[in-house]
């Protein structure tokens, strides 16, 4: 399956529904990046395709935000790189064909949501709201049938507690194989760690397109197994399943055995949610679609009088009574200062409408002066909520006069500008506007952009980066610092930046980060791309850190495409099995010293495989100690491992598992060994 993945039919189809996701929420976020990217797409999804073709692919870990909810406490959300984001709904494109035919009789009759539209389609998902329609007419039916009972069963937190043994074993029971379902959760293990590194077996990332497919391999669990024989309707939207039945009992008895199911796969049913309850009407018991009809809006004639009464009406002491229709309303509302002031009420009562609240003020040309006023003193409130703090920022950009601008400038750089614990949306609207006002020194915004640690909010704030706000020295610099930064997002903004601004491209070229070397080389800024990455010294960075530079290609000659993969394997057990990656480790000194010998007359001669002929050597050890030493070192130590030996030799013991406080010592001794490499290759 995984050469199935990297195809280019899969590639350019993840790619092509990636640009059609129809959540331009999340689309929002990537909308410059995407287009980038674009320039040279057919380029970069074929590096991307070697990469994946020869293992040496390495996803980045997720750019992360949270949003307050209506409880107060978080919801995550994900950005992953544009590589990342076509690498994983090209996996789920996979998923989504074997689980298609296990699924498609379900579908509008007993499950609603994220139901696939095929391979020909446009989109990945059918349309979401002919889906929840369909939700909503069978619940009536259901009612009309006489089914009068009715309880919800919901899942808590369900894509974050989604275990990754218990996916893999969902998917191989799909038709997915082992190296295919285990090489996806450690991909999402990555995808899901925190910013702080620490990584977790269980999750899906919120927000990219193919989460939601994802998690159906798991939630049909319930659809499979819940024997409910016809007593009771079971209609399933997400993670969000009703129920309607004719009695108690038999809704019960089912609630009992949803529950059981959700303990035999690692999930939780919210409690507070779950009660049994008679219907009277129907039309209370269903949420309506995101899209009702209103008596205020026909077509794109909107009555806005009529509007605001229906706003006031739904918002009874300043609390909203029916939060999906208040969304649909607000979003048709031109701003008033009656509006506004209500609004500001319900936002105090109910934060969590501060999405609403930002988008509505944004439809103001100019604030008004009180609205202007309140606007930045709750900017300067909410340090609790970062995401508050980004959207009502956004909110501003634009719509106050110059002394509010300068006040608002004040505040962002006294209470807000703290680049090196900001969640990324915040720094990326803080400091785009802290950039346009002139109110960072040089040495920070070269730090912003370069070094703070949110790859996202680094590349949108050099997208923002032009002649007209940075000085031209300053603009090179950093533009050639970004077209050179690991992270590929923020390298080709600098490449935008470059090929926008007419900079002069630094030497040397081969420096350049390949997305942004492509973006260059079609927009004719530069004449040729650097060669495919070395995986023997991506892996070797991944272990170490910093590595020098060393012509792989060169030293290992005709052996290079196997040593790669070998590389490549062992940096992962470095992760994983400590053992295991002594013995890898050896072998690659094994790769070493054929490569080493070859090159080095002087030393005398080597065979494949007789490590132990020149643990003694002098000539080695004379003209590369360091080598020698992490030689002898790791082949002494394979010696006293359970994966090589029964017994130990010098001692006659059984052999053990190899301590994980070893990995650090010869982590140490690599280091040293490719130092001294570098230096006399």
């Not at 500008?417 to 969640?423: D, G, L, N, T």
């Not at 803080?430 to 040089?442: F, P, S, Y």
């Not at 004719?524 to 060393?550: D, H």
Request: charged share 25%; proline share 5%; hydrophobic share 40%.
């Amino acid at each position: 399956m995984l050469a199935d993945l990297c195809t280019d039919e899969n590639l350019h189809r993840a790619w092509r529904w990636l640009r059609s996701n129809p959540d331009a929420s999340y689309k929002g976020y990537f909308r410059d990046l995407y287009a980038i990217y674009a320039v040279a797409d057919n380029r970069l999804l074929k590096r991307l395709q070697h990469r994946l073709r020869r293992g040496i692919y390495d996803p980045t870990r997720a750019c992360k935000l949270f949003f307050p909810k209506p409880s107060g406490i978080l919801r995550p959300y994900s950005l992953l790189t544009i590589e990342d984001q076509i690498v994983y709904q090209a996996a789920v494109n996979l998923v989504a064909e074997r689980l298609f035919p296990k699924v498609k009789h379900r579908y509008n009759t007993e499950v609603f949501g994220h139901l696939y539209a095929g391979k020909t389609s446009v989109w990945f998902y059918r349309k979401w709201s002919d889906g929840y329609k369909a939700f909503n007419d069978a619940a009536r039916k259901a009612f009309a049938d006489g089914y009068r009972f009715a309880a919800s069963f919901d899942l808590t937190a369900c894509y974050d507690s989604l275990d990754h043994g218990v996916l893999r074993h969902m998917l191989q029971g799909i038709g997915c194989d082992k190296e295919f379902s285990e090489t996806l959760t450690k991909w999402l293990s990555v995808w899901t760690a925190t910013d702080r590194g620490i990584y977790h077996n269980h999750g899906i990332p919120q927000g990219p397109l193919g989460s939601g497919l994802l998690s159906e391999v798991v939630l049909r669990h319930f659809d499979d197994r819940r024997k409910s024989e016809g007593k009771v309707r079971y209609f399933r939207y997400v993670d969000d399943i009703r129920l309607f039945a004719k009695s108690q009992r038999e809704l019960r008895r089912l609630l009992v055995r949803l529950d059981l199911l959700s303990k035999d796969i690692g999930l939780f049913p919210q409690a507070s949610k779950i009660s049994i309850h008679e219907v009277k009407e129907i039309e209370a018991e269903l949420k309506t679609i995101s899209h009702p009809t209103e008596g205020s809006i026909r077509g794109r004639i909107v009555n806005q009088a009529r509007l605001q009464k229906r706003i006031v009406a739904m918002t009874p002491r300043f609390r909203v009574s029916d939060a999906t229709r208040f969304k649909y309303l607000l979003a048709h509302a031109h701003p008033n200062a009656k509006l506004t002031a209500r609004l500001w009420r319900i936002f105090e009562n109910q934060p969590d409408y501060y999405a609403q609240v930002a988008r509505y003020l944004g439809r103001y040309r100019r604030l008004p002066r009180r609205t202007a006023e309140r606007l930045i003193k709750e900017i300067e409130r909410q340090e609790l909520y970062p995401a508050v703090r980004a959207a009502l920022l956004i909110a501003a950009d634009g719509r106050l006069t110059d002394r509010q601008a300068r006040s608002l400038g004040t505040l962002i750089k006294r209470e807000v500008w703290k680049p090196r614990e900001m969640p990324a949306d915040l720094f990326a609207v803080a400091g785009r506007l802290l950039l346009i006002g002139g109110r960072l020194t040089v040495a920070q915004l070269q730090y912003a952009c370069l070094r703070v640690k949110p790859w996202w909010g680094r590349a949108q704030l050099v997208l923002a980066l032009d002649s007209a706000n940075v000085a031209g020295a300053t603009l090179a610099v950093i533009l050639n610092g970004a077209v050179r930064d690991k992270h590929g997002e923020v390298a080709l903004a600098g490449a935008l930046g470059v090929a926008m601004n007419g900079t002069a491209v630094a030497p040397p070229l081969n420096t350049i980060e390949p997305p942004a070397a492509e973006v260059l080389k079609e927009l004719g800024v530069i004449a040729r791309t650097p060669p495919p990455p070395c995986g023997v010294e991506s892996s070797l960075r991944r272990m170490l850190g910093t590595v020098p530079t060393i012509r792989w290609r060169t030293v290992f000659a005709g052996n290079y495409r196997h040593v790669e993969k070998q590389m490549v394997y062992t940096r992962a057990l470095a992760e994983t099995n400590v053992s295991a990656w002594v013995n890898g480790m050896d072998v690659f000194d094994d790769w070493l010293l054929v490569a080493l010998y070859a090159h080095d007359p002087s030393l005398g001669t080597y065979v494949f495989g007789s490590i132990g002929s020149v643990m003694n050597s002098t000539r080695l050890k004379h003209n590369y100690p360091a080598i020698q030493e992490l030689v002898v070192s790791i082949h002494e130590k394979r010696l006293e491992s359970l994966l090589s030996h029964a017994k130990t030799k010098s001692t006659g013991k059984p052999t053990k598992p190899i301590k994980w406080a070893y990995l650090k010592t010869g982590k140490t001794l690599l280091r040293k060994a490719l130092s001294e490499l570098a230096a006399k290759w």
